[in-house]
């Protein structure tokens, strides 16, 4: 059975920054039974990065117009022939209930700024080594409280960040669903082709290539060369077929 890899590539810093943040809450929740000091740095080095990604830019304003731009992408198909109305119209509702969560929400990432565990961990995380229990041993002492005491705290700061997340999981889906793969073919290990107006890329290749792609590129054009993952005795052949979708 052939096995198909996916790589994602932003085309403009908005998405980048998106597909981070969409990135480190897959973590935060893979991590988040805090059993011992291994699965704790996991989350708090997560929660850490996240915090600096948030102190970036608008995130909120960002994400909100994107609500409503795609609510108005779907409303335009009301009415088309062949487009299924029920399902538009149920999207359309999951955009305007995001977009009134979001905005009733408090600043994104306030609880865990303003909480004194995370703020102490998040201090010491630039020094190697610098989260061992003599350095902080408020740490030390949380980790031997009872497993359900953590669960709770835990589950409550992610529940801070459920409006962010299933706000920007919806508008994600929603963009990379606007994409259709095609198949598309390299020569000499080299692609390239316009993207005007276009958010992300979206490439396939097979886990047999032993190739991976380096992608350069704006919202209105983009350029692909393919690698090997063996730089001293791989190869790529003359022409690759891969597929391609332009989101």
């Given at each position: 059975m052939t096995t198909m890899v996916l790589f994602e590539h932003p085309l403009n810093e908005k998405i980048r920054t998106w597909l981070r943040i969409e990135f480190l809450l897959q973590?935060?929740?893979?991590?988040?039974?805090?059993n011992d000091h291994l699965t704790a740095m996991a989350f708090f080095r997560n929660v850490a990065d996240l915090l600096d990604v948030f102190e970036r830019g608008e995130l909120r304003t960002e994400i909100i117009k994107e609500l409503d731009?795609?609510?108005?992408?779907?409303?335009?198909?009301?009415?088309?022939?062949?487009?299924?109305?029920e399902v538009i119209s149920a999207l359309i509702e999951k955009l305007i209930q995001q977009h009134a969560r979001l905005m009733?929400?408090?600043?994104?990432g306030q609880l865990l700024r303003e909480d004194r565990l995370i703020a102490l961990v998040r201090q010491r995380l630039s020094i190697p080594g610098g989260c061992c229990s003599f350095d902080l041993p408020t740490l030390h002492v949380w980790l031997?409280?009872?497993?359900?005491?953590?669960?709770?705290?835990?589950?409550?700061?992610l529940a801070s960040l459920e409006p962010l997340r299933d706000a920007?999981?919806?508008?994600?889906?929603?963009?990379?669903?606007?994409?259709?793969?095609?198949?598309q073919s390299s020569l000499n290990g080299f692609y390239?082709?316009?993207?005007?107006?276009?958010?992300?890329?979206?490439?396939?290749?097979?886990?047999?290539?032993?190739?991976y792609p380096q992608i350069?590129?704006?919202?209105?054009?983009?350029?692909?060369?393919?690698?090997?993952?063996?730089?001293?005795?791989?190869?790529?052949?003359?022409?690759?077929?891969?597929?391609?979708a332009c989101c």
């Open positions: 973590q935060l929740h893979h991590c988040r039974t805090i731009r795609q609510q108005h992408k779907l409303q335009a198909w009301i009415g088309v022939p062949g487009a299924d109305t009733a929400a408090p600043r994104i031997h409280l009872a497993q359900e005491s953590r669960d709770t705290q835990t589950e409550r700061w920007l999981t919806l508008v994600l889906d929603l963009i990379r669903q606007s994409g259709v793969f095609h198949h390239q082709d316009n993207a005007e107006g276009a958010d992300l890329l979206r490439l396939k290749l097979t886990l047999e290539d032993a190739l350069s590129g704006h919202k209105s054009r983009y350029a692909i060369r393919f690698m090997p993952l063996n730089n001293e005795h791989g190869t790529v052949p003359a022409r690759l077929d891969f597929e391609l």
